[in-house]
T-cell receptor, first 121, second 115 residues
Framework: GAVVSQHPSRVICKSGTSVKIECRSL??????MFWYRQFPKQSLMLMAT?????????EQGVEKDKFLINHASLTLSTLTVTSAHPEDSSFYIC?????????????????FGPGTRLTVL | AQKITQTQPGMFVQEKEAVTLDCTYD???????LFWYKQPSSGEMIFLIY??????QNATEGRYSLNFQKARKSANLVISASQLGDSAMYFC????????????FGTGTSLTVIP
């Protein structure tokens, strides 16, 4: 099956630093990737939709200047948390759509990465 | 407005028994998809089962089946013959064309299988 990787899996940083998280589709090209944030014991909340070669679309309430998204190629999207603060500590999950896999009815199948746990001290 | 509602924050089931996890949804679109994901403590999201709005038969995948009641807008997950490894968070999700093809997740149900 299609595989999506995330790097790093876990990161601890000091307040004020920037952290970059990579999301890669390993065996397919993903024109669209999604970034989610999940706080402990809560649901996944969509942060932004990342389209290759264009600007990301951010959900309401998500600061685009704080959460920089770059989808430079069909296999890589990056999320940079700029000037991280303790309240940014969370589990960040990406997902990628595989337009070649129409197995899930008319919807492109979406594959999730293993997540990145960010802790800001 | 909340699109996906999971009313059971936590559920317990005896090993080898069946359990039903509830999910209701809200959409005015006719074309949509319903998904169930399992999230173990490690964090990865594992796809379990899918039901399309036009599918007439309930979806089944091994021990997982989806009890789809379109008029009631419910898509309950049934896990048969529960195993200890089924202990995890379970999320119901929906995609519809009105929302630009993105996922909306419910708040999840924590399932604990008791030996």
């Amino acid at each position: 099956g299609a595989v999506v990787s995330q790097h790093p899996s876990r990161v601890i940083c000091k307040s004020g630093t920037s952290v970059k998280i990579e999301c890669r589709s390993l065996d397919f090209q993903a024109t669209t990737m999604f970034w989610y944030r999940q706080f402990p014991k809560q649901s996944l909340m969509l942060m932004a939709t990342s389209n290759e070669g264009s600007k990301a679309t951010y959900e309401q309430g998500v600061e685009k200047d704080k959460f920089l998204i770059n989808h430079a190629s069909l296999t890589l999207s990056t999320l940079t948390v700029t000037s991280a603060h303790p309240e940014d500590s969370s589990f960040y999950i990406c997902s990628a759509e595989n337009p070649q896999r129409g197995a899930v009815s008319s919807y492109n199948e979406q594959f999730f990465g293993p997540g990145t746990r960010l802790t800001v001290l | 407005a909340q699109k996906i509602t999971q009313t059971q924050p936590g559920m317990f089931v005896q090993e080898k028994e069946a359990v039903t996890l509830d999910c209701t949804y809200d959409t005015s679109d006719q074309s949509y998809g319903l998904f169930w994901y399992k999230q173990p403590s490690s964090g990865e999201m594992i796809f379990l089962i899918y039901q399309g709005s036009y599918d007439e038969q309930n979806a089944t995948e091994g021990r997982y089946s989806l009890n789809f009641q379109k008029a009631r807008k419910s898509a309950n997950l049934v896990i048969s013959a529960s195993q200890l490894g089924d202990s995890a968070m379970y999320f119901c999700a929906m995609r519809d064309w009105n929302t630009g093809n993105q996922f909306y997740f419910g708040t999840g149900t924590s399932l604990t299988v008791i030996p």
